[in-house]
């Protein structure tokens, strides 16, 4: 499949974001366990998730529109995540999903996220589509966090005329689907 050039170049960094390596040497996006972080263009959190699936897996379906909750309900528009932080469970990566005790221990980090980023946001607020269950707060390992937009389309994408615009069009197109 054939993308539009800022496209592309979007989904080559997110690419890049995800085989970075982290901190034991391994890409950072084959930490099957982990709570990632999305960041508009304002550094303000708008979403934070967590996946037993593999970070690169549940990061790529959410930024190329595919078809998740988040997405689905219009509470994450791709087009305003400028930044992606990660939280691997590096520690968790041979357990089954259906391990109990690592499924609390994932609870528990994306817990712990959500408040520590929601204690960032100057509007106290994370447009996640659901509330995330209160767990037990816990020591996070080391974050990775990085930009995903090229420097060259940077200012375009930020720019309040273009976002308001975007999300006045997806505010719209959700609307109809209630009449």
């Not at 960094?13 to 508009?40: C, E, H, M, S, T």
């Not at 930024?63 to 528009?77: E, G, I, K």
């Not at 305003?80 to 391990?99: M, R």
């Not at 109990?100 to 817990?111: P, Q, V």
Request: charged share 20%; aromatic share 8%.
């Amino acid at each position: 499949m054939v993308f539009p050039q800022d496209v592309a170049a979007i989904r080559q960094r997110i690419r890049a974001f995800l085989n970075a390596p982290a901190a034991n040497g391994k890409k950072v996006g084959n930490a099957r366990w982990g709570v990632n972080a999305f960041y508009d263009y304002d550094g303000e959190p708008i979403y934070v998730g967590q996946t037993n699936e593999m970070l690169r897996s549940r990061i790529s379906r959410h930024l190329t529109n595919q078809r998740t909750d988040a997405v689905a309900m219009n509470v994450l528009d791709p087009f305003e995540v400028a930044e992606i932080e990660v939280w691997p469970l590096w520690e968790l990566q041979h357990n089954s999903s259906g391990d109990a005790d690592s499924k609390a221990i994932l609870n528990s980090a994306e817990y712990t996220v959500f408040q520590l980023v929601l204690g960032k946001s100057s509007f106290m607020a994370v447009l996640n589509e659901g509330d995330i269950p209160p767990a037990k707060l816990m020591t996070l390992p080391p974050s990775m966090r990085g930009c995903i937009i090229p420097e060259e389309l940077y200012g375009q994408r930020k720019h309040p005329d273009v976002r308001i615009a975007r999300r006045a069009t997806t505010i719209a197109a959700a609307g109809k689907g209630d009449q």
